[in-house]
């Protein structure tokens, strides 16, 4: 059982920067897919980022593409989420998932652990 942890969420102004961390309690964490996920109020889950195993692929969401950048460090068994020139749309709670089996897409259903979220709220 992989449990994953998220913090560095908060209140930010539109336009500034934070960035997110995700920590896993696997050793053997560089094998995993992580992604970031997140929820605004009355939406559902959608991707925001993804990197497979050691960082061979990155991939975005359209919408935060340019903006946000997903990194891992796999001796500290972390991957981060630095997002920059954030606007008030991105205000979510957003989540860190991970699973050891890449199948080839981005998708909530594909995802076998979860964190439980960090607030991200941008004021405008």
């Known amino acids: 059982q992989v449990q994953l942890a998220e913090s560095g969420g908060g209140l930010v102004q539109a336009g500034g920067s934070l960035r997110l961390s995700c920590t896993a309690s696997e050793r053997a964490f560089s094998r995993y897919v992580v992604d970031w996920f997140r929820q605004a109020p009355g939406k559902e889950r959608e991707f925001v980022a993804g990197i497979l195993n050691y960082g061979a692929v990155i991939d975005y969401a359209n919408s935060v593409k340019g903006r946000f950048t997903i990194s891992r460090d796999n001796a500290k068994n972390m991957v981060y989420l630095q997002m920059n020139s954030l606007k008030p749309e991105d205000t979510a709670v957003y989540y860190c998932?991970?699973?050891?089996?890449?199948?080839?897409?981005?998708?909530?259903?594909?995802?076998?652990?979860w964190g439980k979220g960090t607030l991200v709220t941008v004021s405008s």
């Open positions: 998932a991970a699973t050891a089996t890449y199948r080839g897409r981005w998708s909530v259903d594909d995802m076998d652990y």
